[in-house]
């Protein structure tokens, strides 16, 4: 069973919904127009860019090469995290594609390798879209644990300050904070896995459908994906609250943020 073609006129009627929230925008006076119009342009763009990439990806037989590109689209979500999370004071970029690079890097690897056990491991029809929904999925947790910890450090910087006054070294004095953003990072992961199949059907498992695969065989793919996404979001979430919490102290226990 093929899946049906659409059409490139069949694609542009899917832009009334745009025009839904556009409209929306405008009558609300949401202001969101701009990034509408944005957001849709880009998405265009980087998915039809993508898809005739992958064409080529998909040929190649490099490990080196895989890695590397893999490696840019990690780079990429860090820098899109930096645009997304607005803090001068703390230089997080570089830890926050370190903790990204070895976690996702991890957690893909155990996917192919281990559990699907793919020939080679860096086989790019599967690499590329595992880790592209790795990278995805777990971006918005590290933002949202990044967003969390700094903004509590705002918040309780006279406790924190009056902790480290009664002698207490940073990590006791924020201990709470990077469990609480820790937490935060975790929780839509999780939240998934509780409402998947029954609420909703997640993509991996709906694109597999819809091209002919065996349903339960997409099923056991889509576990695997929900599995791999809570354990990159976990493992990145916790790598760069601790990275970032000791960033926001001088080697003098003073806090700089």
Same mark, same amino acid.
């Given at each position: 069973?093929?899946?049906?073609?659409?059409?490139?006129?069949?694609?542009?009627?899917?832009?009334?919904?745009?025009?839904?929230?556009?409209?929306?925008?405008?009558?609300?006076?949401?202001?969101?127009?701009?990034?509408?119009?944005?957001?849709?342009?880009?998405?265009?763009?980087?998915?039809?860019?993508?898809?005739?990439?992958?064409?080529?990806?998909?040929? @190649?037989?490099?490990? &080196? +090469?895989? /890695?590397?590109?893999?490696?840019?689209? *990690?780079?990429?979500?860090?820098?899109? $995290?930096?645009?997304?999370?607005?803090?001068?004071?703390?230089?997080?970029?570089?830890?926050?594609?370190?903790?990204?690079?070895?976690?996702?890097?991890?957690?893909?690897?155990?996917?192919?390798?281990?559990?699907?056990?793919?020939?080679?491991?860096?086989?790019?029809?599967?690499?590329?879209?595992?880790?592209?929904?790795?990278?995805?999925?777990? @971006?918005?947790?590290? &933002? +949202?644990? /990044?967003?969390?910890?700094?903004?509590? *450090?705002?918040?309780?910087?006279?406790? $924190?300050?009056?902790?480290?006054?009664?002698?207490?070294?940073?990590?006791?004095?924020?201990?709470?904070?990077?469990?609480?953003?820790?937490?935060?990072?975790?929780?839509?992961?999780?939240?998934?896995?509780?409402?998947?199949?029954?609420?909703?059907?997640?993509?991996?498992?709906?694109?597999?459908?819809?091209?002919?695969?065996?349903?339960?065989?997409?099923?056991?793919?889509? +576990?695997?994906?929900?599995?791999?996404?809570?354990?990159?979001?976990?493992?990145?979430?916790? $790598?760069?609250?601790?990275?970032?919490?000791?960033?926001?102290?001088?080697?003098?226990?003073?806090?700089?943020?």
């Amino acid at each position: 069973m093929d899946p049906i073609e659409i059409s490139y006129g069949q694609l542009l009627i899917g832009l009334v919904f745009i025009a839904t929230a556009g409209g929306a925008s405008l009558f609300l006076k949401l202001g969101l127009e701009r990034d509408i119009i944005w957001g849709t342009v880009r998405t265009f763009a980087q998915l039809f860019l993508m898809g005739y990439i992958l064409v080529y990806i998909f040929r @190649m037989d490099s490990a &080196a +090469i895989i /890695l590397l590109i893999f490696t840019g689209m *990690i780079l990429f979500a860090a820098l899109t $995290i930096r645009g997304r999370v607005q803090e001068k004071g703390v230089p997080y970029l570089i830890p926050t594609f370190i903790s990204m690079f070895m976690s996702y890097m991890l957690v893909t690897i155990v996917v192919t390798y281990f559990v699907i056990n793919v020939e080679p491991w860096y086989e790019p029809r599967y690499f590329i879209p595992l880790g592209g929904m790795i990278i995805g999925n777990s @971006m918005s947790a590290i &933002a +949202i644990s /990044l967003e969390r910890i700094f903004s509590d *450090i705002r918040k309780r910087r006279d406790e $924190i300050e009056l902790y480290l006054c009664l002698g207490a070294r940073h990590g006791e004095a924020t201990g709470d904070i990077v469990r609480e953003s820790v937490k935060a990072g975790m929780i839509p992961s999780i939240n998934a896995m509780m409402a998947v199949g029954i609420v909703f059907l997640p993509g991996m498992m709906t694109g597999q459908i819809i091209a002919g695969a065996d349903p339960v065989t997409s099923i056991k793919y889509q +576990i695997v994906v929900m599995l791999m996404l809570v354990g990159s979001t976990a493992i990145g979430s916790i $790598i760069i609250a601790f990275i970032v919490r000791n960033l926001c102290f001088t080697k003098a226990e003073q806090l700089k943020i």
